[in-house]
């Protein structure tokens, strides 16, 4: 029986979906799931088709980080070619999720800690379950923070809780995750795929504007943000694009309303 890969991906109507597979261990990344990562990466960027990026765990929970037995490895000799090279394999395939040029939503059940937490928030949005734990994790192990863990924080919800998740060793539940503005709605399990393919819907549909929508609000957010004016003239081509591209009588047809 051929064994199922660390990370399942899917491709369908306008959307992308990551699953990290690795439920024995909670999703603990491993060097071939962080590969498989960087590929899926890859694809979206190459398919036009694409509009959304969802990215979730099997098993019911998200991601516990990177897999100890790598970390331990790494501890060994720290300063050796191969353990740079081994933690700098996970981290760069989270960067490769943060540059996705389509929308991405992340759906934490269970918990995000440590590295699973940075590869929740370098997608664009979080969904998270009620009960499920946000920690950061580096300093109750006794190990700095890694892969842009502050910065990735502080861009999510400011300084405070950067210091508070990254040096403190807070851990927060998704409800309160929601209440500090580090993730944009609380779904129960059975309900956050559905909850997210709702979310991406106009997205997926139109993927030429999704993806032309996430360029501008990268160059305009980045950080650094960039001023209002500077703004305005990122924003004026493609807001002429999409004029174009509807056409005059285009204006004739009303926008769907949902029921």
Not at 85 to 101: D, E, H, K, N
Not at 145 to 159: N, Q, S
Not at 215 to 229: F, I, K, R, Y
């Amino acid at each position: 029986m051929t064994a199922e890969p660390p990370a399942i991906t899917t491709v369908g109507d306008g959307i992308a979906r990551l699953t990290l597979n690795n439920p024995r261990r909670k999703n603990a990344i491993t060097l071939e799931m962080a590969a498989l990562v960087e590929d899926f990466c890859a694809r979206v960027h190459g398919d036009d088709t694409i509009g959304a990026v969802l990215v979730d765990g099997a098993g019911g929970y998200f991601c516990s980080g990177a897999d100890t037995r790598d970390l331990a490895a790494s501890s060994a000799d720290p300063a050796a070619p191969e353990s740079v090279a081994r933690t700098s394999a996970v981290y760069a395939a989270f960067v490769q999720v943060g540059r996705l040029p389509v929308p991405s939503v992340s759906l934490v059940t269970g918990g995000a800690v440590g590295a699973g937490l940075n590869l929740a928030l370098a997608t664009d949005l979080m969904l998270v379950s009620h009960d499920a734990v946000l920690d950061s994790g580096f300093v109750a192990r006794g190990i700095h923070p890694g892969g842009g863990h502050l910065a990735l924080l502080g861009r999510a919800a400011g300084y405070q809780h950067a210091i508070a998740l990254g040096a403190l060793g807070a851990a927060l539940s998704g409800a309160e995750a929601v209440r500090r503005g580090l993730a944009w709605d609380v779904v129960e399990p059975h309900a956050m795929l559905e909850t997210a393919t709702r979310l991406v819907a106009m997205a997926a549909a139109d993927p030429g504007l999704a993806r032309r929508i996430k360029q501008s609000a990268t160059l305009e957010l980045g950080p650094p943000a960039v001023p209002w004016p500077s703004a305005l003239e990122i924003e004026r081509g493609m807001q002429m694009w999409s004029l174009g591209r509807k056409g005059s009588q285009g204006w004739d047809r009303k926008p769907p309303v949902e029921s």
